[in-house]
T-cell receptor
């Protein structure tokens, strides 16, 4: 079973829309969770950490549900510049494991 | 913001040749990682390294792979005898502390093409 699974999308949304997607993780011992953004052929860049209480950073809201072992990301008021692949990541012990990514395309 | 530096940005090699991918982690960081991403696939963990030892390695990291911190600044990944399927983008990463919520900084990657 994959450590981290994501809906690959693509999510194709108009500017200004809200888009949300989830990620599940299999290792209940995972300690920390993150959302990264990856643009084509570039390195992953940290978007935000995810906390149990849920956290918000501007237009981005992340939630962690430990009981169901999933995390979510919601993007409000989508911008063209939000078009990217969003990687979910779970950290346990000595490594950070990534999902395969969810592709979001924001159209004008 | 401090950066992880990787060289070269592109490497082309013949099958069976040895390659060394180089990384300069952020200067006060203690934990180092290599990841790879085959075109169209996910970012895969290869190995983590701390205190001059491998902390954890994945199934991908077989005997053909090795890592080294030859001096106080460089962190290298060596592939002894490259195969076609080693073609991928290789990312180096580092972080300052063991805490799992500590941010991992990624380099911009080395695109390895094995012909």
């Amino acid at each position: 079973r994959k450590e981290v699974e994501q809906d690959p999308g693509p999510f194709n949304v108009p500017e200004g829309a809200t888009v949300a997607f989830n990620c599940t993780y299999s290792n209940s011992a995972s300690q920390s969770f993150f959302w990264y953004r990856q643009d084509c052929r570039k390195e992953p860049k940290l978007l935000m950490s995810v906390y149990s209480s849920g956290n918000e950073d501007g237009r981005f809201t992340a939630q962690l549900n430990r009981a169901s072992q999933y995390i979510s990301l919601l993007i409000r008021d989508s911008k063209l510049s939000d078009s990217a692949t969003y990687l979910c990541a779970a950290h346990n012990d000595y490594k950070l494991s990534f999902g395969a990514g969810t592709t979001v395309t924001v159209r004008a | 913001e401090p950066e992880v530096t990787q060289t070269p940005s592109h490497q082309v090699t013949q099958m069976g040749q040895e390659v060394i991918l180089r990384c300069v982690p952020i200067s006060n960081h203690l934990y180092f990682y290599w990841y790879r991403q085959i075109l169209g696939q996910k970012v895969e963990f290869l190995v983590s390294f701390y205190n001059n030892e491998i902390s954890e390695k994945s199934e991908i990291f077989d005997d053909q792979f090795s890592v080294e911190r030859p001096d106080g600044s460089n962190f290298t990944l060596k592939i002894r005898s490259t195969k076609l399927e080693d073609s991928a983008m290789y990312f180096c990463a580092s972080k300052n502390a063991f805490a799992t919520n500590e941010k991992l900084f990624f380099g911009s990657g080395t695109q390895l093409s094995v012909l």
